[in-house]
Nanobody
Framework: DVQLQASGGGLVQAGGSLRLSCAAS????????IGWFRQAPGKEREVVSW????????YYADPVKGRLTISSDNAKNTVYLQMNSLKPEDTAVYYC????????????????WGQGTLVTVSS
């Protein structure tokens, strides 16, 4: 079975850091693109960052550039999202997703999804 297990969320003060993990199993990790999305209360889900091992490429949404770093440990089938200089507006449920097709991952269509981990940033 395909599983994506997101973890690492929590409550942190503004300016603080968290590291999210997305542990994957049940599919060929090296052939998939992995992304992080978030959904804040009352807002639509948005892409935060993605990493493509196949194409050796990364992406960061403008609001998080310079503060978040995505990385992949292929030996552990895990993708990390290091979140620094957190702001209250980063408060959301963060989800990881996987898709072998990059445009599908970016659009959220037909991807495998994890269960989400809550990040709360207090001011």
């Amino acid at each position: 079975d395909v599983q994506l297990q997101a973890s690492g969320g929590g409550l942190v003060q503004a300016g603080g850091s968290l590291r999210l993990s997305c542990a994957a199993s049940g599919f060929a990790f090296d052939d998939y693109n992995i992304g992080w999305f978030r959904q804040a209360p009352g807002k639509e889900r948005e892409v935060v960052s993605w990493i493509s091992n196949r194409y050796s490429s990364l992406y960061y949404a403008d609001p998080v550039k310079g503060r978040l770093t995505i990385s992949s440990d292929n030996a552990k089938n895990t993708v990390y999202l290091q979140m620094n200089s957190l702001k209250p507006e980063d408060t959301a449920v963060y989800y990881c997703a996987a898709n072998p097709t990059l445009w599908r991952l970016r659009s959220g269509v037909g991807s495998y999804w994890g269960q989400g981990t809550l990040v709360t940033v207090s001011s």
